[in-house]
């Protein structure tokens, strides 16, 4: 699966942005500004799109229908801070012994620099990708990211390539750790919904602690009495239509996304010799659910829509 973790978003597109998308050569050209280059001798880091099917293709995005579909990529050069000290402390040792005096603070810091510099250069780096969906239908935005900060940077890049884009995470109208435990205390679920196995239940307050359940009944008299004590529910393992299974957390972020083998068999073409119309289909397949998954969650949650 492309997207077994999603942050999700709203976004209201306007007639010039859908224009853009709905044009895949002018999507292309804007994409192309913010392409992933590698990270040079002197760069800790690095990101853009890149290929939306990986190495040997080309294109930056892939359209179906209301559907866009990119690639984000994030390099970064591992070089921890401890590292650079214990290396600075060296070289200053070394350089005031053959001086036979202490270096002056400009010193050190040029000395810093120069070795900062080369341990740059010669750093290894480390490479992630991320996955972004766009529904232009409904305003739905989703990327395949747990941390925050990640997403955000990616919906920072598109926003650069496209102009404009105005999205925000999901907002509830409702304590969504009130509504996961009603879930949980009084079988409070909404149709289509049934639960899973798996749970964490925080205290309200400073005092308490964190109780995960794993794999196990999550209505029994153990887990009720936690409740009842004050403990609310802050992630919980949910089945959705019995066709996919999720965990659903405070933030609305959805993980742990796993589409029902049946499902599958029912929904997705059978594999071919082309692994890009593969790909596609499995795309266009993950979009589905999604719009599906996420229509349900913000009407659950009575979320604002832009």
């Known amino acids: 699966m492309w997207f077994k973790n999603v942050r999700v978003y709203t976004v209201a597109l306007d007639e010039g942005l859908k224009s853009i998308l709905e044009n895949e050569q002018r999507l292309e050209e804007r994409l192309n500004e913010v392409r992933f280059k590698k990270t040079s001798q002197l760069e800790m880091s690095s990101c853009g799109f890149s290929p939306v099917f990986g190495r040997n293709t080309e294109a930056l995005s892939y359209t179906n229908d209301h559907n866009h579909f ?7 050069k591992l070089l921890p801070a401890t590292i650079i000290n214990q290396a600075l402390a060296d070289e200053i040792e070394t350089k005031e012994e053959e001086l036979g005096r202490t270096l002056k603070k400009n010193e050190k810091a040029a000395l810093k620099q120069a070795l900062v510099n080369k341990m740059t250069a010669q750093a290894f780096t480390t490479r992630k990708e991320l ?11 989703g990327v395949s990211a747990t941390a925050a900060k990640r997403a955000e940077n990616a919906t920072t890049y598109l926003r650069k390539a496209l102009g404009s ?7 509830p109208r409702c304590v969504v750790e009130d509504r996961l435990t009603s879930f949980i205390s009084k079988g409070d679920l909404p149709q289509d919904i049934t639960l899973g196995n798996d749970l964490v239940l925080k205290s309200s307050d400073d005092t308490g602690g ?6 196990d009944d999550l209505t029994t008299p153990e887990i009720l009495s936690h409740i009842k004590s004050g403990k609310v529910v802050t992630d919980v393992q949910l089945n959705f239509n019995q066709d996919l299974q999720f965990v659903l957390n405070s933030d609305l972020l959805l993980k742990r996304i796993a589409i029902e083998d049946q499902y599958l068999e ?4 059978q594999k071919s010799d082309d692994k ?3 790909l596609q289909g499995q795309c266009i397949l993950e979009a589905d659910v999604l719009t599906q998954l996420i229509g349900k969650v913000i009407a659950v949650f009575d979320c604002e829509h832009q």
Do not use: H, M
């Open 131 to 141: 996955f972004l969906w766009i529904n232009s239908r409904y305003g739905y935005v």
């Open 210 to 215: 964190t109780i995960r359940v794993s794999k």
């Open 70 to 76: 990119f690639r984000f990529t994030e390099e970064s």
């Open 165 to 171: 884009f105005p999205c925000k995470s999901l907002q």
């Open 276 to 278: 890009v119309a593969d």
């Open 266 to 269: 029912r929904n997705l073409p």
